[in-house]
């Protein structure tokens, strides 16, 4: 049933171009929900986890593409958030599973005063059955504990929605290239084993992104700390000075997402800060980026032009990987962390 991989992590996130297909194939269901909707003031995602930096990427697109003022609040925390709440505000809850219980919480409180949309993976799970409308992501069952396909999956449903609310078509054709990107991200898979080997035994490890990497930086953390029990911490990039580069020093690794685009240089300039403090740099960019190359101790290089609005996918598929390969390597069943559930169903 695995498949022929040895866990189930390692299976689902080779299916990720297929879980992004296939999501992809909803996009007729997503426009028939966006023609139902009035007109909205505001979005507000909510979610736990890995959900949350789908959420946090989704800020990103619809002020961008849609142009809507848009928050990202824990479901943990919505309760103490709620309050500006009205029939103009649409809630977007983001759940793989669709029984998380801060989440059930939330669209329970929020289905009493705005238009509630859940996107989930469990069909007919209850925040399917709560929410005013709903969409499927399309990535199969995970049996995995580490959310990996779902995330993608999640992603490329927040992309269509947003895409269809902005009527933008140039973006509606050029998603169907990602699925392509992200096969050629899992042939990097060799050269990450070889990294997680050299990094196995660290005690800290920082990610750093900017912009549309920020939340992928978030994520390659999270997955870090459940299936290797190392700490691992994301950082807008920008905020190293504010506190973090303090605990830079040598040999600390820290890994940066560094794609092409607006927010590149900047990025550069952090990796060039922690690199000047002894940091090991594992890198995330551009075959093209000889200046990024120079200083990183290691890079994971994308063969593909991946402007940075689109860079989310792919660039997640490298961090997912190096987590697994560093579980196996320290002997961590990646499948079956200790302490966590596949399925969160306490507050
Ligand atoms: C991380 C992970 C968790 C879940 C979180 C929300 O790999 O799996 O952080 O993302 O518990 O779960 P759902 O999406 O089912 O609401």
């Known amino acids: 049933e695995k498949g022929g991989y040895d866990h189930f992590m390692l299976k689902e996130i080779h299916e990720e171009p297929d879980a992004v297909k296939k999501t992809i194939m909803e ?6 929900v966006v023609e ?3 007109k909205f003031n505001r979005i507000c995602f909510v979610a736990c986890g890995t959900s949350y930096h789908a959420s946090m990427i989704g800020k990103y697109l619809f002020e961008g593409i849609v142009g809507i003022p848009t ?29 998380t219980a801060d989440t059930l919480k939330a669209l329970r409180t929020a289905n009493e005063k705005a238009e509630t949309l859940a996107i989930v993976n469990v069909l007919g799970s209850t925040a399917t059955r ?26 490329t449903c927040i992309y269509l929605l947003a895409i269809c609310m902005g009527q933008n078509e140039k973006l509606l054709e ?3 290239k990602i699925p392509e990107y992200m096969k050629n991200a899992l042939e990097k898979e060799d050269q990450i084993k070889d990294i997680a080997k050299k990094y196995k035994d660290a005690k800290d490890f920082f990610f750093i ?18 299936i290797t029990y190392i700490h691992g911490e994301g950082y807008a990039a920008g905020e190293l000075k504010h506190g973090p580069l303090a605990l830079i020093e040598d040999n600390v690794p820290v890994v ?23 940091a090991s740099v594992i890198a995330l960019g551009s075959c093209n980026d000889a200046v990024l190359r120079s200083e990183s101790n290691d890079i994971i290089e994308f063969e593909d032009e991946i402007r940075d609005l689109w860079s989310p996918l792919p660039y997640v598929v490298p961090l997912q990987l190096l987590s697994y390969y560093m579980s196996v390597e320290r ?15 306490v507050e």
């Not at 996009?27 to 028939?32: G, H």
């Not at 940066?256 to 990796?271: I, K, M, Q, W």
């Open 174 to 176: 050029e998603i169907h």
């Open 331 to 345: 002997g961590i069943d990646p499948d079956k962390p200790k302490n966590l559930a596949k399925c969160v169903t």
């Open 209 to 226: 992104g900017r912009g549309f990497s920020y939340p992928t930086a978030m994520e390659g953390a999270l997955k870090l700390k459940e």
């Open 256 to 278: 940066a997402v560094v794609p092409p685009g607006e927010s590149h240089d900047r990025t550069l300039g952090n990796v060039q800060e922690v690199k000047a403090r002894g």
């Open 36 to 38: 139902k909707f009035p």
């Open 27 to 32: 996009v007729s269901d997503i426009k028939k």
């Open 130 to 155: 709560e929410a005013d409308h709903v969409l499927y992501t399309r990535a199969g069952p995970e049996i995995g504990v580490a959310a990996t396909k779902t995330y993608v999956s999640q992603l």
């Open 71 to 99: 928050d990202v609040i824990l479901a943990s925390e919505f309760e103490f958030s709620a309050g500006a709440l009205d029939e103009k505000t649409l809630v977007i809850f983001i759940s793989q599973s669709g029984e």
